[in-house]
């Protein structure tokens, strides 16, 4: 393999504990969002794997750093979603397209706030009642006239899809 950055690099063999192993072949496995080498040692000749990933920090309000995990963003959106009809396959998907949307970004670093912000419309096209309780918390609303307003910007954005469909036909 040509130019690979990672080749020769300190990955130790599990056998014999050597420094110096070389890639023999790589491919992307899951959803693309790391490689897989087959590598072999140059010291004992035996050949093992490794995962490579790139990582996405979140930056925390307490300013704390930590991994981003799409376990959390579904957690977190679960309890938007308790009693809805939502199933864990709809949150794990919309923790992917989360994390997508941000890898797309192209930053290694992220604000917690504005992964709350990413959050925000794929909830709102999986469940309208889930995004208004995710809102609330997450944006803050105080009185009633903020849930009032959420509702009518909701309203006012499915009527102009409608329009919109409507005038594609």
């Known amino acids: 393999m040509y130019g690979d950055p990672w080749e ?21 496995a ?7 080498r087959r590598r072999e040692c140059q010291e004992c000749g035996r050949r093992f794997s490794t995962v490579e990933t790139s990582s996405l920090t979140v ?24 009693g809805r009809p939502v199933s864990d396959d709809d949150l794990a998907l919309l923790a992917q397209r ?7 970004q192209g930053v290694a670093e992220i604000d917690a706030t504005d992964i709350g ?13 889930a995004y208004l309780r ?23 954005e499915d009527a102009a899809e409608t329009d919109a469909e409507a005038a594609s036909l």
């Open 8 to 28: 020769g690099s300190a990955m130790h063999c599990p056998f014999c504990r050597n420094p110096d192993s070389r890639v023999v072949d790589s491919r992307t």
């Open 134 to 156: 995710f809102a609330s918390v997450y944006q803050g609303f105080k009185t009633l006239e903020d849930f009032e307003a959420a509702i009518a910007r909701l309203r006012s």
């Open 117 to 129: 912000l990413e959050i925000l419309t794929p909830l709102r096209d999986l469940d309208e009642i």
């Open 30 to 36: 899951d959803d693309g969002s790391s490689i897989r």
């Open 59 to 82: 930056l925390k309000r307490n300013g704390v750093a930590e991994p981003f995990s799409r376990e959390k963003v579904a957690s977190g959106v679960r309890k938007a979603c308790q």
């Open 98 to 104: 989360v994390e997508e949307a941000i890898r797309a």
